[in-house]
T-cell receptor, first 114, second 112 residues
Framework: AQSVTQLDSQVPVFEEAPVELRCNYSSSVSVYLFWYVQYPNQGLQLLLKYLSGSTLVKGINGFEAEFNKSQTSFHLRKPSVHISDTAEYFC????????????FGAGTRLTVKP | DVKVTQSSRYLVKRTGEKVFLECVQDMDHENMFWYRQDPGLGLRLIYFSYDVKMKEKGDIPEGYSVSREKKERFSLILESASTNQTSMYLCASCWGGTDTQYFGPGTRLTVL
């Protein structure tokens, strides 16, 4: 079965600095990859997803992620963060057989400081 | 916009009580999910429903049951609440395949 590892539980950065949130997955088959964001006291919302095609995926709020099959990674990046990006970010993987096979990572808490 | 609503944001119950968590979606989605979210563990799937009256166990179904009598509504039931069920509970829904899951705001349940 597939699994996800988010390598950093907390990432503090200063406003306008670049950020990378790391995600590695394990699976024996082709996968679909997702990044979700959870703002304080809210549910999760989709940032971006990779299903096929270009390995560089652009999402909302200026985020992008790159699918690297050889390194089984799907790291999330933003060139310049804002205070409003402070949130918890979850990486998820699905093997696509059905909807109940999505697995989430433990989450990375991004804190943007002024 | 897709809207997934959950009946309560915060809930406090006593050990042994029967607890109902309700979730309603307004987009005619086939699939609905219940997850629990715990610090350091991310989201773990409790139950999944792919149609009315149809359900499948997720990774941690013990101590929980579900009901889906109508397409838009998916209920999570704790038959006899225990302190280790204190957690954040998230409901989600989507169409089929690899469609985006849409989440409700969550219910923070405390069992005393």
């Amino acid at each position: 079965a597939q699994s996800v590892t988010q390598l950093d539980s907390q990432v503090p950065v200063f406003e306008e600095a670049p950020v990378e949130l790391r995600c590695n997955y394990s699976s024996s088959v082709s996968v679909y990859l997702f990044w979700y964001v959870q703002y304080p006291n809210q549910g999760l919302q989709l940032l971006l997803k990779y299903l096929s095609g270009s390995t560089l995926v652009k999402g909302i709020n200026g985020f992008e992620a790159e699918f690297n099959k050889s390194q089984t990674s799907f790291h999330l990046r933003k060139p310049s963060v804002h205070i409003s990006d402070t949130a918890e970010y979850f990486c998820a993987v699905s093997e696509g057989y059905n909807n109940n096979d999505m697995r989430f990572g433990a989450g990375t808490r991004l804190t943007v400081k002024p | 916009d897709v809207k997934v609503t959950q009946s309560s944001r915060y809930l406090v119950k006593r050990t042994g009580e029967k607890v109902f968590l309700e979730c309603v979606q307004d987009m005619d989605h086939e699939n609905m999910f219940w997850y629990r979210q715990d610090p350091g563990l991310g989201l773990r799937l409790i139950y999944f429903s792919y149609d009315v009256k149809m359900k499948e166990k997720g990774d941690i179904p013990e101590g929980y049951s579900v009901s889906r009598e109508k397409k838009e509504r998916f209920s999570l039931i704790l038959e006899s609440a225990s302190t280790n069920q204190t957690s954040m509970y998230l409901c989600a829904s989507c169409w089929g395949g690899t469609d985006t899951q849409y989440f409700g705001p969550g219910t923070r349940l405390t069992v005393l």
